[in-house]
């Protein structure tokens, strides 16, 4: 992502998540900063690991590695579906974030259906964003009821990054910048700080000598305005091809320098390019980053399974975000609207054409089985309103 300024420090709101764990007092655990001891950043097996071991291993250290996420007939199939984007890319002269030798892909939901299905909807992935960045509404009265809503977390951007030969470090940055979050120190990780999570798959074998993504462990639980970081302090993501690298985006992070235009150890030179797939997510009532109804045809998110759909962002963040002609923008079908919602409910079926009135004026003529008639309502109208909304 591209650093913004961050003028106004404005934390996540607490009171939009659920604790789920009891804040040590301050007096008895020590506040984390620059100068505490790096937590150890654990591995963890893909076939064996819980999503509830990944969720404790990130609360502590801010990142973690998982070994064999994707298999080699999945990485070739996501090369196949990346590699023209990459080549069509060249080098940015629009500041200096990303190294000249760097190219990249975006909006991968719809250039891969692998990227889409692996990676974004990897269940490990899934249980743990969905742990971490769902937010619940537990005080909204509205009336004499008191409606609670949950916010699910959805797709933050997709990103392939390929980094050539000769690149040098990208400077340590938070990824949390791009959603102007400021937050003190804390001395653990509570539910509800994070604005978003990092994923990054290796295409590649990615090392400390070819560019292999590095962090501060940790990093996460300073005071964001403690700085600079220290380069010192990271731990390098070396990957296998097929492996992860999670990452809380309140940690210190950065591709690093690809030193394989120089002589290794043989005194070879064996240039190398560090392939690495990543997406991010973040709550699902904040701005994505990657506009994901730009950079994707709405034809081929039509094409992905609903679950999917609403990750990228066509569902509703509950109660109120996201609406169509306030209604939810893939369950709901409104004749009364031209806006043909976005994502149908179900596949649209050849109705007789009648002569008639503007249907945009006058919807009378229109009849359409999608639309539950007896049921018709809008996300503001409240009658069934806790399990329609909450
Ligand atoms: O390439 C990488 O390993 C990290 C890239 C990154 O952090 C970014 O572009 O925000
Ligand atoms: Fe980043």
Redesign the pocket.
């Known amino acids: ?1 591209a650093p913004s300024a961050v003028e106004i420090p404005l934390p996540i709101p607490k009171s939009f998540s659920t604790p789920t764990s009891t804040p040590q007092p301050a007096e008895k655990a020590e506040l984390k900063s620059p100068s505490s001891p790096l937590p150890e950043v654990k591995t963890f097996d893909a076939s064996t690991c819980s999503v509830d071991e990944l969720v404790s291993a990130l609360r502590a250290a801010g990142g973690l590695v998982i070994r064999g996420l994707l298999n080699e007939q999945e990485l070739a199939s996501l090369e196949k579906d990346t590699r023209p984007w990459l080549d069509k890319d060249t080098a940015w002269d629009d500041g200096d974030f990303f190294p000249q030798e760097t190219r990249r892909a975006f909006g991968m939901v719809s250039k891969s259906r692998t990227f889409a299905e692996r990676i974004v909807a990897n269940p490990l992935w899934l249980g743990v964003t969905d742990a971490l960045l769902t937010s619940t509404l537990q005080a909204n009265w509205i009336g004499d009821k008191n409606e609670v809503s949950v916010s699910r977390p959805q797709l933050n951007n997709t990103i392939v ?1 390929s ?1 050539g030969p000769g690149a040098r470090d ?1 400077a340590l ?1 938070r ?1 949390d910048a791009i959603h102007h979050v400021y937050h003190p120190a804390t001395a653990t990780h509570e539910i509800g700080r994070d604005a978003g999570i990092g994923f ?1 798959v290796a295409g590649k074998k990615t090392t400390k000598r070819n560019g292999a ?1 590095r962090f501060i462990p940790g990093s996460h639980l300073w005071d964001y305005a403690a700085g600079p970081p220290s380069e010192s302090q990271t731990f390098y993501a070396e990957l296998e091809p097929g492996d992860g690298f999670m990452v809380l985006s309140g940690c210190f ?3 690093s320098a690809n030193k394989t235009d120089q002589p290794n150890e043989n005194g070879e030179v064996v240039p190398e390019e560090r392939l ?1 797939y ?1 997406t991010f997510m973040t709550r699902g009532y904040l701005r994505q980053e990657e506009n994901q109804y730009l950079v994707n045809p709405v034809e081929k998110v039509r094409e992905l399974p609903e679950s999917l759909q609403e990750l990228v962002g066509y569902g509703l963040s509950k109660p109120f975000l996201g609406w169509v002609d306030l209604k939810d923008p893939i369950d709901e079908y409104c004749p009364n609207c031209d806006n043909h919602f976005v994502i149908d409910a179900v596949t649209p079926k050849a109705a007789l054409k009648v002569e008639s009135e503007d249907t945009r004026v006058d919807a009378r003529m229109i009849k359409d089985e999608r639309v539950k008639q007896s049921n018709e309502q809008s996300i503001f109208d409240l009658k069934g309103g806790t399990e329609r909304l909450g």
Do not use: K
Request: glycine share 16%; charged share 10%; hydrophobic share 40%.
């Open positions: 992502m990054f980094i990208q940055h990824d990054f993504t992070h950065g591709g690495v990543s």
